[in-house]
């Protein structure tokens, strides 16, 4: 059973364009929800997370948006650059101290 | 901010032979790590969660006897690959969770293990 369900699977966007990563999840014990980016033969980098209390979070050019009666959020990358070219993965997990569950995965390509 | 070393980087080693990969919390304590299995353009699969002081626990479909997991104190955790073959290769990557960050997970930079 896939817990955290992620799309698109592959993305290419210009520069300055915004690309939108979805994911949707199912088990409403999550509380935590962390957007990753990953370079090729690297480990994944958290670039930023929110819980269920609020809609809305921005850190710098990326802004998660998230529904909670619908079980959605999303990841919004304002201004792409080529350098954002990487592998982004949804994740989730509870209060409880459980690993985090991660997406499939969405490879982004921003071509200059 | 927390900082989880992991080490060694690469690894190529003979079929049949073991390979030892360390996860280190540098500035702080984990008393929980985990552990991953990436292959190649796929997502980061849960092994196994290891817990400072006990036995580890492993996901369903992994052979905790193949993938020896010891966590022996607050800042090392280590994932032994036993009598590896061909099928180990593999992206290993450890995570641990920083609780004086809240809801923090860091993760290690990964092992790229080839198995020949």
């Known amino acids: 059973q896939q817990q955290v369900k992620q799309s698109p699977q592959s993305l290419i966007v210009q520069k300055g364009g915004i690309p939108i990563i979805n994911c949707a999840y199912e088990?409403?014990?999550?509380?935590?929800f962390p957007w990753y980016q990953q370079f090729p033969g690297k480990g994944p980098a958290l670039l930023i997370a929110?819980?269920?209390?609020?809609s809305e979070k921005k850190e710098g050019r990326f802004t998660i948006s998230f529904n909670k009666s619908a079980k959605q959020f999303s990841l919004h990358i304002m201004d792409s650059q080529p350098g954002d070219s990487a592998t982004y993965f949804c994740?989730?997990?509870?209060?409880?101290?459980?690993?985090?569950?991660f997406g499939k995965g969405t490879t982004l390509s921003v071509s200059s | 901010g927390a900082v989880v070393s992991q080490h060694p980087s690469r690894v190529i080693c003979k079929s049949g032979t073991s390979v030892k990969i360390e996860c280190r919390s540098l500035?702080?304590?984990?008393?929980?790590m985990f552990w991953y299995r990436q292959f190649p353009k796929q997502s980061l699969m849960l092994m196994a969660t290891?817990?400072?002081?006990?036995?580890?626990t492993y996901e369903q479909g992994v052979e905790k006897d193949k993938f020896l997991i010891n966590h022996a104190s607050l800042t090392l955790s280590t994932l032994t690959v036993t009598s590896a073959h061909p099928e180990d290769s593999s992206f290993y990557i450890c995570?641990?969770?920083?609780w004086g960050t809240g809801y923090g997970y860091t993760f290690g930079s990964g092992t790229r293990l080839t198995v020949v």
């Open positions: 994740a989730a997990s509870s209060q409880a101290g459980t690993a985090l569950i």
């Open positions: 929110i819980r269920p209390d609020v």
């Open positions: 500035d702080f304590q984990a008393t929980t």
């Open positions: 995570s641990a969770r920083d």
């Open positions: 290891s817990n400072e002081g006990s036995k580890a």
């Open positions: 088990n409403t014990a999550f509380d935590y």
